[in-house]
């Protein structure tokens, strides 16, 4: 059974970091795309982000670009997501999701995309 976990979401005021956790069981980690998305209330899932297990490759929404990083820990299955910089706008419920079928750079973004979910963490970014 996969299951993807996130935990490390919390309050913080703008300009602080957080580092979100996706401790991922029962699927595998090797060459396969896991992403980052949010959604805040009243509003679509969004992607933050996403990585390529298999060769690193990453990208990031343009909201997030030079403050967001995903990072991954193969050894201990767990994909990463520091976030610095925080605005109020990054408010919002943090999911992590897998997928082992192709991704590309202009499907990424897509929440349908992905076969597997998280159940979300949420952030409060406070000004």
């Known amino acids: 059974q996969v299951q993807l976990v996130e935990s490390g979401g919390g309050s913080v005021q703008a300009g602080g970091s957080l580092r979100l956790s996706c401790a991922v069981s029962g699927y595998s980690v090797n060459s396969n795309w896991m992403a980052w998305f949010r959604q805040a209330p009243g509003k679509e899932r969004e992607g933050v982000g996403y990585?390529?297990?298999?060769?690193?490759?990453?990208d990031y929404a343009d909201s997030v670009k030079g403050r967001f990083t995903i990072a991954l820990d193969n050894a201990k299955r767990t994909v990463f997501l520091q976030m610095n910089s925080l605005k109020p706008e990054d408010t919002a419920m943090y999911y992590c999701a897998a997928t082992d079928l192709g991704i590309g750079a202009s499907t990424w973004r897509q929440a349908g995309a992905y076969r597997y979910w998280g159940h979300g963490t949420q952030v409060t970014v406070s000004s």
């Open positions: 990585i390529y297990t298999g060769g690193g490759r990453t």
